[in-house]
């Protein structure tokens, strides 16, 4: 008897990380056979998706709707985990992932006892603090929260992070090891003799392209033969694009938007530049190095798990404009250092097949199915 999966996200209409690759595990999932996978998002029903759906996928939107206030986020929860529980039961589901939804969080381990519970992480450890921060000014009422959201997560049947330094930093028994995946391999001959850096993400607060602005107005005053390209759409794009006007970068930073055809990119860059403040394990990162693509990044969770100091490529330890741009300067300088690098990441890349990942998620759900037998839901 096949397996009923739900998975729940945020969001399907806007293009990023965890949307891309929850909609590649769950295609995948559909297509093995064994099992029957279902999709929940918040939003409407005729939301369209940026990423293609497998047909046999059955979709449903929670409009949680409401202010950002204490209680509003209150009936948020209350009302996306009324709503999940019915889906639950309507579909007899055997298994739910939530796979970086908001609200469930903290009240899914609680409710329809019947089924197993996944929660998986997109964000690091690390970067959950930095939000914390970010969200909550009360250092009393960061700190309950942190205790209640440990609380809930241990609850969970399996949490899974995508890094072994975000294990221990839970410091919980029930978590386990996963990574992300990538669709994309070795894309042809390695362009050592290209002048170009790569840069891809969401132009939000998390990815500070205005840090790598910054470094690059050091790196253009030693290398001003040498562009960076920026892929990419959000809410600081005007922000960034006054930034690089202000420091007369505009023939060498160049923000190029989304892009449908990613490979070219990699395939015609030099190495590739991360100024992000927190990560749980960039796909960006994976997809580069599986191109064979040396990286530049600062030294935390994620990020740090990818790249192999001065092997795959180079670990700023200080956030600062001038730190990243000797590491950048570094690669520019040292074709040689690129080359061996090259050979590094793709040596490194072979533990992020699609295949290798997947099979780890087909064997854990089959030892949940071992367990339950049938469907249990109630």
Same mark, same amino acid.
């Given at each position: 008897?096949?397996?009923?999966?739900l998975?729940?996200?945020?969001?399907?209409?806007?293009?990023?990380?965890?949307?891309?690759?929850?909609?590649?595990k769950?295609?995948?999932?559909?297509?093995?056979?064994k099992?029957?996978?279902?999709?929940?998002?918040?939003?409407?029903?005729? @939301?369209?998706?940026?990423?293609?759906?497998d @047909?046999?996928?059955?979709?449903?939107?929670i409009?949680?709707?409401?202010? +950002?206030s204490?209680?509003?986020?209150?009936?948020?929860?209350?009302?996306?985990t009324n709503?999940?529980?019915?889906?639950?039961?309507?579909?007899?589901?055997?298994?739910?992932? +939530?796979?970086?939804?908001?609200?469930?969080?903290?009240? &899914?381990?609680?409710?329809?006892?019947?089924?197993k519970?996944?929660?998986?992480f997109?964000?690091?450890?690390?970067?959950?603090?930095?939000?914390?921060?970010?969200?909550?000014?009360?250092?009393?009422?960061?700190?309950?929260?942190?205790?209640?959201?440990s609380?809930c997560?241990?609850?969970?049947?399996?949490?899974?992070?995508?890094?072994?330094?975000?294990?221990?930093?839970?410091?919980?028994? +029930?978590i386990?090891?996963?990574?992300?995946?990538?669709?994309?391999?070795?894309?042809?001959?390695?362009?050592?003799?290209?002048?170009?850096?790569?840069?891809i993400?969401?132009?939000?607060?998390q990815?500070?392209?205005?840090?790598?602005?910054?470094?690059?107005?050091?790196?253009?005053?030693?290398h001003?033969?040498?562009?960076?390209?920026?892929?990419?759409e959000?809410?600081?794009?005007?922000?960034?694009?006054?930034?690089?006007?202000?420091?007369?970068?505009?023939?060498?930073?160049?923000?190029?938007?989304?892009?449908?055809?990613?490979i070219?990119?990699?395939? +015609?860059?030099?190495?590739f530049?991360?100024?992000s403040?927190?990560?749980?394990?960039?796909?960006?990162?994976?997809?580069?190095?599986?191109?064979?693509?040396?990286?530049?990044?600062?030294?935390?969770?994620?990020?740090?798990?990818?790249?192999?100091?001065?092997?795959?490529?180079?670990?700023?330890?200080?956030?600062?404009?001038?730190? &990243?741009?000797?590491?950048?300067?570094?690669?520019?300088?040292?074709?040689? &250092?690129?080359?061996?690098?090259?050979?590094?990441?793709? &040596?490194?890349?072979?533990?992020?097949?699609?295949?290798?990942?997947?099979?780890?998620?087909?064997?854990?759900?089959?030892?949940?199915?071992?367990?339950?037998?049938?469907?249990?839901?109630?």
């Amino acid at each position: 008897m096949r397996m009923n999966i739900l998975y729940v996200i945020p969001n399907i209409n806007v293009a990023g990380g965890i949307s891309r690759i929850v909609i590649d595990k769950i295609n995948y999932l559909s297509k093995a056979g064994k099992f029957k996978i279902f999709l929940c998002y918040y939003g409407n029903e005729n @939301d369209k998706s940026v990423y293609q759906i497998d @047909d046999k996928i059955q979709l449903h939107a929670i409009k949680a709707t409401g202010k +950002n206030s204490i209680f509003g986020r209150i009936k948020k929860v209350i009302f996306a985990t009324n709503e999940i529980r019915r889906f639950i039961k309507d579909n007899k589901i055997d298994v739910i992932v +939530n796979a970086n939804a908001q609200y469930l969080l903290w009240t &899914l381990p609680f409710v329809c006892k019947g089924i197993k519970k996944v929660h998986e992480f997109h964000f690091s450890y690390q970067g959950q603090l930095i939000l914390d921060l970010q969200t909550f000014r009360n250092p009393i009422l960061r700190n309950v929260l942190r205790g209640f959201r440990s609380f809930c997560i241990s609850h969970f049947d399996k949490a899974i992070v995508l890094t072994p330094s975000d294990k221990e930093n839970w410091h919980l028994k +029930n978590i386990e090891v996963i990574p992300n995946f990538t669709n994309i391999s070795y894309c042809g001959d390695y362009s050592i003799e290209s002048k170009t850096a790569l840069s891809i993400g969401r132009l939000e607060h998390q990815k500070d392209f205005q840090l790598m602005v910054k470094a690059w107005k050091i790196v253009n005053q030693k290398h001003s033969d040498w562009h960076l390209n920026i892929f990419g759409e959000g809410s600081m794009k005007k922000e960034i694009e006054e930034l690089i006007v202000k420091y007369g970068l505009e023939q060498n930073v160049f923000l190029k938007g989304n892009t449908t055809n990613v490979i070219h990119e990699y395939s +015609n860059s030099s190495f590739f530049v991360s100024s992000s403040r927190y990560e749980g394990l960039p796909l960006v990162l994976i997809e580069a190095q599986c191109c064979g693509l040396p990286c530049v990044g600062f030294d935390i969770t994620g990020v740090s798990d990818m790249i192999k100091d001065n092997e795959t490529g180079i670990l700023v330890k200080e956030r600062t404009p001038e730190q &990243l741009a000797l590491g950048i300067c570094k690669l520019i300088e040292n074709p040689n &250092l690129r080359e061996s690098m090259h050979q590094n990441t793709l &040596l490194d890349s072979e533990q992020y097949t699609k295949e290798y990942v997947m099979g780890k998620w087909i064997s854990l759900f089959e030892k949940f199915n071992a367990v339950n037998g049938t469907s249990n839901q109630g």
